[in-house]
Each structure stands twice: as C-alpha cells, then as structure tokens.
C-alpha cells in the first residue's frame, strides 16, 4: 500500500530551528508538496519538490531525496505564528495525492 | 471575494437531518475536491470534480451526493449521516492540468457535528 510517514507532533523554541520529516512509500513519484495549516484554517501551499536537492523559500526550505524516499522542512527563525500543522503529501504515478496525517508544530517562546 | 469560500463553517444535524455544504472559488480554476478531514489522520479525497465532470469517487457512502454546477461551485448535499461522519470537511481548487495541477488551494472547512 502508499504510506505518508511524519512525526505528530513537534515541540521547538522561538528564534530556533526545526526541521519535520516525511518519509514516503508510494506507486511511483510525480513530486512531493508541503502545506501548512493553522489551527480552524485553510490549508496553504508552502512547497513542491519534485528534483532532488533543497528549495528555499525566505524563512522556509525542502528537501527532497528520491533515491530514499524522503523530504523535510527546514524552518528558520522561528516565530510564535509558525505555530500550524505541516501536512506532506506525495503525488504518485496516477497524479493522485497521498497525504501524511500532519506534523503539529508548538513553538514556545 | 478571492480565493475558496465554504458556507457554512459550522454545522450540527440529527441523523435524520439533510443539509448540505456549499464551496465557491474564485481563482478561474477547473478542477475542484471535497476532502474529509479527520483528527490525527491523512486527508480523505471524497470526490474530484474535472472540467465539471465527476472523475472520482473514492468508494464514498452514498449518505454523501456531491454536485458541480458549474465550474465555480460544488456542494455536497448530506443525508441520514453517522456520528463517525463528524469531521472538518475541505474544499479545494487547482487546474486541471499544466503546471499548476495539483496545486490545491483549499476553503477554511466546513465544520460538521451528528448528534
């Protein structure tokens, strides 16, 4: 079967760094994304990964490896509104997304 | 209005209530999703609306009728559900196809409780 893989959740301090892994098993690989949502809040597109290598965004930056069938998301300085889930989803050989069940990130000040 | 609109945002039905959840998007895009979204576990896809045609229907219970008028609007028109049918339930957008397929953008979720 397609498993999404990431942890539940995550504990990290303002001002520091936190990086969420996601592990993949999938039929086939046409790109892997990231979204955040807020707690009651719509799902937003953070990044979408599809070569190997690591995609910067400001603050934010993914990884992808396909040989290991693995992704992250490095977040930086972090602020007390990163507070979200951080969902993974892969999208496999038929176009369909498969997703993880979310990271829930905490940050403390 | 920009973006993906659900109404309402909270829902409470009896199981032998009918409603139904609206969704309107805004983005000229021509592909649209209802998804079940459940505490602690992986997106559901419910149905995916192409070109305003029904393309998928993930083995849905047929409690659940969705409807695509037009390719701005979907609604899901629920009947006699199930306590366990309580969940955030979210809309999303994207192109059909090109490089912005896949590319969803969703609605902030109608909430659903059945009592």
Known sequence: ?109 | ETGVTQTPRHLVMGMTNKKSLKCEQHLGHNAMYWYKQSAKKPLELMFVYSLEERVENNSVPSRFSPECPNSSHLFLHLHTLQPEDSALYLCASSQASGSGANVLTFGAGSRLTVL
């Open chain 1, 1 to 109: 079967g397609q498993n999404i893989d990431q942890p539940t959740e995550m504990t990290a301090t303002e001002g520091a760094i936190v990086q969420i892994n996601c592990t993949y098993q999938t039929s086939g690989f046409n790109g892997l994304f990231w979204y955040q949502q807020h707690a009651g809040e719509a799902p937003t597109f953070l990044s979408y990964n599809v070569l190997d290598g690591l995609e910067e965004k400001g603050r934010f930056s993914s990884f992808l490896s396909r040989s290991k069938g693995y992704s992250y998301l490095l977040l930086k300085e972090l602020q007390m509104k990163d507070s979200a889930s951080y969902l993974c989803a892969v999208r496999d050989s038929n176009y369909q997304l498969i997703w993880g069940a979310g990271t829930k990130l905490i940050i403390k000040p």
